[in-house]
């Protein structure tokens, strides 16, 4: 039987925000004593990412490629001191406190990588370990913007006008899709309000209105040559439908609220050297239950406009992006 009974990590806290101290104690249960001890505990946090690509793709040739990125994060140590070096049987318990760094990412994980925090308690000999338990950390990033920065550069209202071609007589008529945000700073946890406006003279119902947050990040990383690659990654963060009523309507208006998580990536900034970028948008969609399909997209990313129109049946899709959603955390916990 094993002089360790068991090995327990306790901490107070659920989400940590970067810069801030862990505080915790590790509980050590003994069935006999122990001669010569060791406990420490160790806070890692480290990222990796790995996703394969199509090398000479253009060619008659080709082979998957991998593609691998990592960073180190925090790595603290702590080895608690025993008096007498020896330990009754018995529960004994040791605190320990670190500090997060302050500039480091919030927990993350995707199909391509994962960022990930955790704490990890140790009892050993000189010959061997005893028994060992990791806890995993929620943290949260914080920012590099400024409020007056954001709010300077970034507007907080778009609005995007399209002519609706109607097949049957050659005419067209104008429809307006308009974002009102209540600011454009947000943190983790924070509702995202906006108000949207749809002036209408097509003379159509229109069927519903989807609005999504879409997050993108760019995963940076290396082949095997030591060549930099790169692949982006778009995925819908949250999503929310308003269903109108029947019957054509030229003035449209509609209040909406999106509820952030309380632990994600915040918007990186123009330099970031980190193992990826993060951005966030949001889009509303109106759709109209006729068989002609019209979308015109302001890009978040480079905010330009771009129309395409194509036949698609069923449906008409009209898009309208406001400026990127920018996502910062500062010196407070949620």
Known sequence: MSVVK???????????????????????????????????????GRGYL???????????????????????????????????????????????????PPRIPSTFTSRVG??????QA??????????????????QGTSVYSQDTIESEFPLVVEVEKQLHHNCCFKSAP?????????????????ISFTTEITNHTGRSIRKVVFILHSVVLYKGFNLRAERRTLEERSDLLRLESHLEAGSC???????????????????????????????????TVYFPYEVFLEGVVF????LPSLREQQQPKEVEYK??????????FGYLF
């Open 6 to 44: 068991s090995i327990e990590l306790v901490v107070p806290r659920d989400v940590y925000l970067s810069g801030s101290e862990v505080e915790g104690e590790v509980v050590l249960r003994l069935h006999s004593t122990l001669i010569n001890p060791q406990v420490k505990v160790e806070l890692i």
């Open 50 to 100: 790995e996703w394969m690509e199509e090398a000479n793709a253009n060619k008659d040739y080709s082979q998957a490629s991998s593609c691998v990125n990592r960073a180190d994060y925090v790595h603290k140590t702590k080895t608690f001191d025993i008096h007498g070096n020896w330990l009754d049987p018995g529960i004994h318990s040791f605190s320990f406190n670190f500090v997060l």
């Open 114 to 119: 994962r960022i990930s925090y955790f704490l």
């Open 122 to 139: 140790i009892c050993a000999t000189r010959e061997l370990i005893l028994a060992k338990q990791k806890k995993y950390l929620m943290v």
């Open 175 to 191: 429809i307006t899709l308009r974002i009102s945000l209540c600011k454009n700073l947000f943190a983790p946890g924070d509702n």
């Open 250 to 284: 030229v003035d449209t208006k509609i209040h909406s609220t999106l509820l952030l998580p309380t632990v994600m990536l915040v918007t990186s900034s123009h330099k970031s050297d980190d193992i990826m970028d993060v951005g966030y948008d949001l889009t509303g």
């Open 300 to 303: 978040t990313h480079s905010l």
């Open 320 to 329: 309208c992006s406001p400026s990127s959603v920018l996502l910062a955390a």
